[in-house]
């Protein structure tokens, strides 16, 4: 009866939180804006309409319009326009001619994260008279970032409180006739226990206080209108929510849980009760997370969410309670000290070995849903946050690791022998690894709090390096060519171009200058740009040619008077942090990584999955007590093993091509062009013609027909596809395999010529 009262307290607390489950975003981000960002329009409207991702505050957000001299515009008072509140509107009144910058700035309904920005639009001019691209920054608030460390460490103060207690030390002790000193032990714990769990009651507390004289400092919830406004939201409501969960957990702790009448008082109801109220305080915290964000799957990210803080809170608050333990136990008897220590081992190993797996594989999930990609992983503040947070996880888990594999089996054998040196060394090499592990944990948290206040990965910008200039020389026949990239960051940029001949002067002549512009990380084909000419031999392309973080092929054509075609080509890296620079510069080992995983795609995430099962296996068959708990830990492993297998299985069926990890380590300049126009003239021409147009003597007798190399056909393919055409040939067609006749350097040659055709074509099209 007891056991049914709990599990339907504990439902109805869960069914009256989850009331606010609703798709939401973690920061509010325009979508949509009328007049649009940058745009130029000829009529004015009535309104300046902006839809942002999720609900916002209309009483605590604003929209505002500056000249581009700087001066206020009055506009009317911000209005949502929408049902669901995400879409706000100012009146304009009648406007001169001119360019003029929206600011706005709103306070999501959700989470309480304050976003603002800025775009610039013109009536009638160009809208660049203000500026040339808009702005959109998430505030992070120290305050903000404090209040959510300090609350998930109260939680976990908390929740280990009561877990360690119910989970871990009560059944140790149950059904065990104990001695005056383990009795004073026993009562001693939770006393102090109860003393820490009403530490972590303060510290949630002055969570909730930060929270406010944070959101106060920005929108003066000490006015009616404003507190009601802000209490109506989603991170309002739980505001309020926890608080009152808070005064609960202190009554219950400070009437209820009595522990002067001994033994007997350490195992009521009162003690689940402060669990089922710790666990309530935890999904407070993911009902306003980023897990709330994801218009897909909400319900199930908000779950998943839920499991990782209660497992996480779970196990660092059980190591406190732990380390205390093992500190308050070092004046026991031998014998009695070294029971205890092997009991607490056998009991808290699988408590927290289930807890770690739940925390790695929700975490994993988590992850791939606020992260967006290794790229963001690697160049984000969000994602270099979490690899430190997870650099400090897999710390903690090594130090766990040593506990579990040599002084579980060591504490096994002490407690069978009398004491000695060896043994009482052993068992304050214990305490001082708990010690270690929990303070590592602690820290965890503090990581914990902060990313909960940052952007997600998925919608930052990435971390943007220094503008600056990158020059780039290549001589190509008679010419030399320097291009100059400038402010050398992904995104927009101005390509000044200087051709000089062998004296270097000038040259002149040039009629025509393209720039053909190719992601070598992946098939996306090529763009090609017509360069200005500024006169004396310089050239001036401006546009968004290199967009992606990776290596690019740059290839500068330059058309004459009399003569072929002279190209020049460049490799380019693009790091993560944005920064366009030469191939050769070097590259940062986090970038290396990311371009692995980027290029691997599911073939290495599912091997990382999948050796991580086994390893969780092994891990399972020491950590668990019974079988109860070893079925548990397994169940982690077969979900991992499940998960692995279906990325290879996507892997090897949909992304897998022989050529796939092939790069083309030789740049397409004069010499390589040249070498592979005459292997081209040696072993292609009679099927494909002298300008690789399908056309040779022997294309008519062939079904299919060769490929028409000046149409297109290799831009949709990376050069490894072609270099494994031509080594190994392409079954059911004609081509035949020629591996036994060209070195793959040959075939390298051969791949920069053929690619030339497609090039010298495209420029060809452009000047017409």
């Given at each position: 009866m007891m056991k049914l009262r709990r599990l339907l307290l504990f439902l109805l607390l869960a069914g009256l939180l989850w009331g606010w489950v609703q798709p939401v975003f973690a920061h509010a981000v325009p979508e949509f804006s009328n007049p649009a960002p940058n745009g130029v329009i000829d009529e004015l409207p009535d309104n300046i309409i902006i839809q942002f991702n999720e609900p916002i505050v209309a009483n605590l957000s604003r929209i505002d319009l500056l000249t581009q001299g700087g001066e206020r515009v009055e506009t009317g008072p911000l209005q949502l326009i929408d049902a669901d509140g995400r879409t706000a509107a100012v009146s304009l009144p009648d406007l001169n001619p001119g360019a003029y910058l929206v600011s706005w700035q709103v306070l999501s309904g959700v989470d309480g994260h304050t976003t603002s920005g800025t775009f610039a639009f013109g009536y009638g001019v160009a809208a660049t008279a203000v500026t040339t691209e808009s702005t959109v920054t998430a505030q992070l608030s120290i305050l903000s970032a404090v209040?959510?460390?300090?609350?998930?460490?109260?939680?976990?103060?908390?929740m280990g409180l009561f877990a360690y207690r119910l989970l871990v030390w009560n059944p140790i002790l149950a059904g065990v006739d104990l001695e005056a000193e383990e009795e004073g032990l026993d009562l001693k714990l939770a006393q102090q226990g109860i003393r820490i769990g009403i530490i972590g009651i303060v510290l949630v507390g002055i969570g909730l206080v930060l929270i406010f004289i944070d959101q106060t400092r920005l929108y003066n919830l000490l006015q009616t209108a404003n507190l009601q406004a802000w209490v109506g939201t989603r991170f309002g409501t739980m505001w309020l929510v926890?608080?009152?969960?808070?005064?609960?957990?202190?009554?219950?702790?400070?009437?209820?849980?009595?522990?002067?009448?001994?033994?007997?008082?350490?195992?009521?109801?009162?003690?689940?009760?402060?669990?089922?109220l710790a666990i309530g305080l935890s999904l407070t915290v993911s009902l306003i997370s980023h897990s709330a964000a994801l218009t897909d799957d909400t319900v199930q990210a908000v779950l998943i969410d839920w499991v990782h803080v209660l497992a996480g809170t779970i196990w660092v608050g059980g190591l406190v309670f732990l380390?205390?333990?093992?500190?308050?136990?070092?004046?026991?008897?031998?014998?009695?000290?070294?029971?205890?220590?092997?009991?607490?081992?056998?009991?808290?190993?699988?408590?927290?070995?289930?807890?770690?797996?739940?925390?790695l594989t929700s975490g994993g999930?988590?992850?791939?849903?606020?992260?967006?990609?290794?790229?963001?992983?690697?160049?984000?503040?969000?994602?270099?946050?979490?690899?430190?947070?997870?650099?400090?996880?897999?710390?903690?888990?090594?130090?766990?690791?040593?506990?579990?594999?040599?002084?579980?089996?060591?504490?096994?054998?002490?407690?069978?022998?009398?004491?000695?040196?060896?043994t009482s060394r052993l068992l304050r090499r214990f305490t001082r690894l708990v010690w270690a592990e929990m303070s590592?944990?602690?820290?965890?948290?503090?990581?914990?709090?902060?990313?909960?206040?940052?952007?997600?990965?998925?919608d930052a910008p990435l971390l943007a390096d220094a503008p600056g200039q990158t020059t780039v020389t290549q001589s190509a026949e008679d010419l030399q060519v320097a291009m100059t990239i400038e402010p050398a960051l992904v995104g927009n940029n101005t390509f000044d171009i200087l051709i000089t001949d062998e004296n270097g002067e000038p040259v002149t002549n040039a009629e025509d200058v393209s720039v053909r512009y190719t992601f070598l990380g992946q098939s996306l084909g090529s763009s090609t740009g017509q360069a200005e000419s500024l006169g004396n031999g310089r050239y001036r392309l401006e546009g968004s040619y290199i967009s992606l973080i990776g290596t690019w092929q740059v290839e500068v054509s330059i058309r004459r008077p009399n003569t072929f075609d002279t190209f020049a080509a460049y490799r380019l890296e693009t790091g993560v942090g944005g920064n366009i620079r030469e191939l050769d510069r070097g590259v940062r080992p986090l970038e290396v990584f990311a371009k692995f995983m980027n290029r691997t795609g599911n073939g290495a995430t599912g091997v990382g999955i999948l050796?991580?099962?086994l390893l969780w296996?092994?891990?399972?068959?020491?950590?668990?007590?019974?079988?109860?708990?070893?079925?548990?830990?397994?169940?982690?492993?077969?979900?991992?093993?499940?998960?692995?297998?279906?990325?290879?299985?996507?892997?090897?069926?949909?992304?897998?091509?022989?050529?796939?990890?092939?790069?083309?380590?030789?740049?397409?300049?004069?010499?390589?062009?040249?070498?592979?126009?005459?292997?081209?003239?040696?072993?292609?021409?009679?099927?494909?013609?002298?300008?690789?147009?399908?056309?040779?003597?022997?294309?008519q007798t062939l079904s299919p027909p060769p490929a028409d190399f000046a149409a297109g056909h290799t831009a949709i393919h990376t050069d490894g596809d072609l270099y494994y055409w031509i080594l190994q040939g392409i079954e059911d067609t004609a081509m035949p395999a020629f591996g036994d006749q060209l070195t793959e350097e040959q075939a390298w040659h051969l791949v920069n010529y053929v690619r030339h055709l497609s090039v010298r074509e495209d420029t060809a099209t452009a000047s017409q």
């Open positions: 209040a959510r460390w300090l609350t998930l460490t109260g939680i976990a103060l908390l926890r608080f009152l969960l808070l005064a609960l957990s202190h009554f219950n702790l400070s009437l209820f849980v009595d522990v002067k009448n001994g033994r007997k008082e350490l195992r009521g109801w009162e003690w689940w009760l402060g669990f089922v380390a205390i333990s093992l500190w308050q136990a070092r004046g026991l008897k031998y014998e009695a000290r070294s029971w205890l220590y092997l009991s607490l081992m056998l009991n808290f190993s699988a408590i927290a070995a289930i807890s770690v797996g739940l925390l999930y988590l992850g791939a849903k606020h992260v967006g990609g290794w790229t963001e992983l690697v160049g984000t503040a969000y994602g270099l946050l979490l690899l430190g947070k997870i650099g400090l996880a897999l710390l903690t888990i090594a130090i766990a690791g040593l506990n579990l594999m040599f002084v579980k089996p060591r504490l096994s054998v002490a407690y069978e022998v009398p004491e000695n040196e060896q590592f944990a602690l820290l965890i948290l503090v990581a914990a709090g902060v990313l909960t206040d940052l952007q997600r990965g998925v050796l991580f099962a296996g092994f891990i399972a068959v020491r950590a668990a007590k019974n079988e109860g708990q070893l079925v548990a830990l397994l169940a982690i492993s077969l979900v991992c093993f499940w998960l692995g297998g279906s990325q290879l299985y996507t892997f090897f069926t949909v992304e897998y091509t022989p050529a796939k990890f092939a790069t083309n380590p030789i740049l397409p300049d004069v010499e390589s062009i040249a070498i592979g126009q005459a292997l081209f003239n040696e072993n292609c021409v009679p099927c494909h013609g002298p300008e690789g147009r399908g056309n040779g003597p022997t294309a």
